[in-house]
């Protein structure tokens, strides 16, 4: 998601693109930048194309990123909470948008790290540690993504008793490549039936899923020299062109 600084009223102020109401407003234009650049990297995973697992925060986990980012507002600068990383956090879960795994795991070490601010003196007065742990989602947050980063280990764990280094990454990368099929789908208002027939708004997304495939079956070329137990699997290169027939 883009974003930009402009100067509104005597200050510098980050928006996101194509809205008029900033984010975040500051004095000095170098702590504007360092929001925008902190906004910047805790969103990145936005772009499906970018990182093929994101899920979207539960109406609870916004709820709550929205409760802090409200009392953080009504509080005086000196009561102010979390970081500028944390904060650019709470806009995201507040506004639901898409969060990757990768980040649900720095959701989990930064609950782990803090857990110990719920005694702190100033929690039932929602000061700043309150406000941080609710920004990151609260409890709810930790929950969630415990939850779906408990499935994702035991998903690798299955897997890596099975498979190679070497098969797991073509095993990821088909399924990024599936994930991005249906998602053209959709977008092209896919009504859900089969059909032999595809229409000419189909030739150039179809193109696109077939070389994207294409790419991951020719990728296995680049195994012939691997040792033994490092090469892809008969198991996992068949189905691999088993996919890219089906393209």
């Not at 194509?18 to 929001?35: S, V």
């Not at 902190?38 to 709820?63: F, G, R, W």
């Not at 806009?91 to 803090?114: D, G, I, K, N, W």
């Not at 709810?140 to 890596?160: L, V």
Request: net charge negative.
């Amino acid at each position: 998601m883009p974003y930009q600084v402009m100067e509104q009223d005597g200050q510098f102020c980050v928006f996101k693109e194509g809205t008029m109401t900033p984010l975040e407003c500051y004095d000095d234009r170098d702590d504007a930048q360092a929001y925008y650049t902190a906004l910047t990297i805790a969103t990145a995973d936005e772009d499906y194309k970018a990182e093929s697992d994101t899920h979207i925060p539960p109406e609870a986990v916004a709820d709550n990123a929205r409760m802090a980012l409200e009392v953080r507002d009504s509080k005086p600068p000196s009561e102010q909470g979390m970081t500028l990383v944390g904060l650019a956090r709470a806009r995201q879960l507040a506004e639901r948008r898409p969060v990757s795994v990768a980040t649900l795991r720095r959701m989990l070490s930064y609950f782990a790290r803090h857990e110990v601010d719920k005694e702190g003196a100033t929690w039932d007065e929602q000061g700043k540690g309150w406000q941080a742990w609710m920004g990151w989602g609260g409890d709810e947050g930790r929950d969630w993504a415990q939850a779906i980063i408990d499935e994702e280990d035991e998903m690798e764990a299955k897997a890596s008793r099975r498979h190679s280094e070497a098969d797991m990454k073509l095993i990821r990368a088909m399924r990024k490549q599936l994930k991005m099929m249906l998602h053209i789908c959709v977008e092209l208002g896919d009504d859900g039936y089969d059909d032999e027939e595809h229409g000419e708004e189909y030739a150039e997304e179809q193109l696109e899923m077939e070389q994207g495939i294409a790419e991951v079956v020719d990728a296995l070329d680049s195994t012939r020299t691997m040792k033994s137990e490092e090469a892809v699997s008969d198991e996992v290169k068949a189905f691999a062109r088993k996919l890219m027939g089906a393209s």
